[in-house]
């Protein structure tokens, strides 16, 4: 059962555009989603995190919306950049729990 | 200097043989993770540890068992290894089971089963 989703699996913009990044749930006892990103041969590293009672998430060029009652939330990431170039995993977990359920990831790619 | 420590950085094994994955941290975390990434799966929860007290399992099978010798370390041996075992295995750990705080990861053991 894939309880949290991520659409698309692959993006692609150009060097300052905006790039949205999707992510869906179904357990409504996840209350806290980090989003993590990936370089080839790296390790996963948290870019931004959100609790549910926030709606925004706001950290430089990233930004998390967050919809609850949809049980949605995407990562925008404004002006984007080649460096910006990565896989991104939305990952969540329940109050008490340490264990994050992670997406299958969206790998993004910015064209110069 | 990496504060998750994960060694071997690469391993190669033989079908039916036993490996151990070293993890150790140096963050004062009191609680530990083990994740598993491969293509099938992207990020994997296996294992989580509080105060060297297991807390979860997410593994079906008994091959894989966790090790806690001392409170920053988290040890993974899996035995009777298969090719499907083939993945890149994470270390992760944060201040606590409790604190809903992102995990932070080691640099994984890429394990390739023959």
């Known amino acids: 059962q894939q309880q949290v989703r991520q659409s698309p699996q692959s993006l692609t913009v150009w060097e300052g555009e905006t790039a949205i990044l999707n992510c869906s749930y179904e357990?409504?006892?996840?209350?806290?989603f980090p989003w993590y990103w990936q370089f080839p041969r790296e390790s996963p590293a948290l870019l931004i995190a959100?609790?549910?009672?926030?709606n925004k998430k706001e950290d430089g060029r990233f930004t998390i919306f967050f919809n609850k009652r949809e049980k949605k939330l995407s990562l925008h990431i404004t002006d984007s950049q080649p460096g910006d170039s990565a896989t991104y995993f939305c990952?969540?977990?329940?109050?008490?729990?340490?264990?994050?359920?992670f997406g299958q990831g969206t790998k993004l790619s910015i064209k110069p | 200097d990496p504060k998750i420590i994960q060694k071997p950085k690469y391993l190669v094994a033989v079908t039916g043989s036993e490996k151990i994955l070293i993890c150790e941290q140096y963050?004062?975390?009191?609680?530990m993770y083990w994740y598993r990434q491969s293509a099938k799966k992207p990020l994997e929860f296996m294992f989580s540890?509080?105060?060297?007290?297991?807390?979860d399992n997410q593994t079906a099978s008994s091959r894989f068992q966790p090790q806690s010798s001392k409170k920053n370390h988290l040890d993974l041996q899996i035995t009777a290894l298969k090719p499907d075992d083939s993945a890149t295995y994470f270390c992760?750990?944060?201040?606590?089971?409790?604190?809903?705080?992102?995990?932070?990861f080691g640099e994984g053991t890429r394990l390739s089963v023959l």
């Open positions: 540890y509080s105060y060297q007290k297991l807390m």
């Open positions: 959100i609790r549910p009672v926030s």
């Open positions: 992760a750990s944060s201040l606590g089971q409790y604190n809903n705080q992102a995990p932070l």
């Open positions: 963050l004062g975390h009191n609680a």
């Open positions: 357990d409504s006892t996840f209350d806290y």
């Open positions: 990952a969540a977990s329940a109050y008490n729990q340490g264990k994050l359920i």
